[in-house]
């Protein structure tokens, strides 16, 4: 049996912050505003497995108003959604993510968010598809946005 998910999560830039993607840090002078460490690609991946799973999303699991998710790492948030599929036999099957912004230039980090969501996640990285999308002008704010599919298969 398969069950497939989306996810979307979107955050504005915050000058002096280091940028987390995929479970990676990147210090280029800027990152995600967010209550946690702001990892939009995890926290999209993390409610596309929930919601293939047809469970709750990330906001009800760990809500943006509780202390204790305060500058949290989103691979816990991650690792959460993972107990969950794995605790009701589900895999993960493949992935597709587009990252929707203007900066930074994807395509120089693809590779490392491909490797670190690899291993994070337990599948080869060619179950992994990053792919990066501009706003051609559309909502030009300093924001950026992630959509994800996981397909997800019950394990025999």
């Not at 505003?33 to 999303?57: F, M, P, R, V």
Request: with cysteine.
């Amino acid at each position: 049996m398969y069950r497939i998910g989306i996810g979307q999560d979107a955050h504005y830039f915050e000058k002096g912050k280091k940028l987390y993607l995929g479970g990676e840090e990147f210090d280029i002078g800027y990152g995600l505003k967010g209550h946690s460490d702001g990892d939009a690609l995890l926290h999209a991946i993390t409610d596309a497995i929930l919601g293939a799973l047809a469970k709750t999303d990330i906001g009800t699991l760990f809500p943006d108003k509780s202390k204790e998710n305060k500058n949290r790492n989103s691979v816990d948030f991650l690792n959460k959604a993972l107990e969950i599929m794995y605790d009701m036999d589900y895999s993960i099957v493949n992935l597709d993510c587009n990252i929707i912004a203007d900066k930074p230039n994807i395509s120089s980090v693809r590779d490392k968010i491909i490797e670190s969501l690899s291993r994070l996640l337990s599948i080869p990285k060619d179950n992994i598809s990053i792919k990066a999308k501009t706003k051609e002008g559309y909502n030009k704010e300093d924001s950026l946005e992630v959509v994800c599919i996981a397909l997800l298969q019950k394990m025999i």
